[in-house]
């Protein structure tokens, strides 16, 4: 019901908008005040492959008179109409599934990038600890070749002593 009514005030905004003569640009003046209008707009300028769900009628072989009677004529003022197949309904919980699985594939590429990013950060941690290791390898040689370099000294100024 909520869907109706806001489909039918939309189309009814729409209609005046769009209507020959009309100079005004701003879409919200049609819309009296209601921002769920408004806002249904700006979703549907965002998705505009969605235009033909909201604001087109239902063709006239899925639509019968309350009588039951097939309607001869599709006039939505004029008559009430029992949708048999087409439902808003089905369509309205695709949107929902298209929606989750959207959700869904952003939260799975979301949990990707968190898991690459922290793929990356230890990475770059292996290779700063390497480097870290390589950098202390290379001081103790050269504290090594120092010691070596001293105690060769030592020993020449010991065989110094003892000539």
């Not at 209008?37 to 700006?42: G, I």
């Not at 990707?112 to 290379?138: A, G």
Request: charged share 35%; net charge negative.
């Amino acid at each position: 019901m909520i869907w109706k009514n806001l489909n039918a005030e939309y189309k009814a905004a729409l209609s005046h908008y769009t209507m020959s003569g009309t100079h005004l640009s701003n879409f919200y003046k049609f819309c009296h005040g209601q921002k769920d209008v408004y806002y249904l707009r700006k979703h549907l300028e965002a998705k505009p492959n969605l235009n033909s769900t909201v604001a087109a009628d239902l063709p006239e072989e899925v639509c019968i008179h309350s009588t039951g009677k097939p309607s001869s004529r599709l006039s939505s003022t004029s008559c009430t109409l029992t949708k048999r197949k087409g439902d808003k309904s089905e369509v309205i919980d695709q949107l929902h599934d298209m929606q989750a699985d959207h959700q869904h594939k952003r939260t799975k590429d979301d949990h990707w990038r968190e898991k690459e990013e922290l793929h990356l950060e230890r990475e770059e941690e292996r290779k700063s600890m390497e480097y870290l290791q390589e950098q202390e390898c290379e001081e103790r040689e050269e504290e090594c070749k120092e010691q070596d370099h001293l105690f060769s000294k030592w020993e020449c100024i010991q065989m110094n002593i003892q000539g």
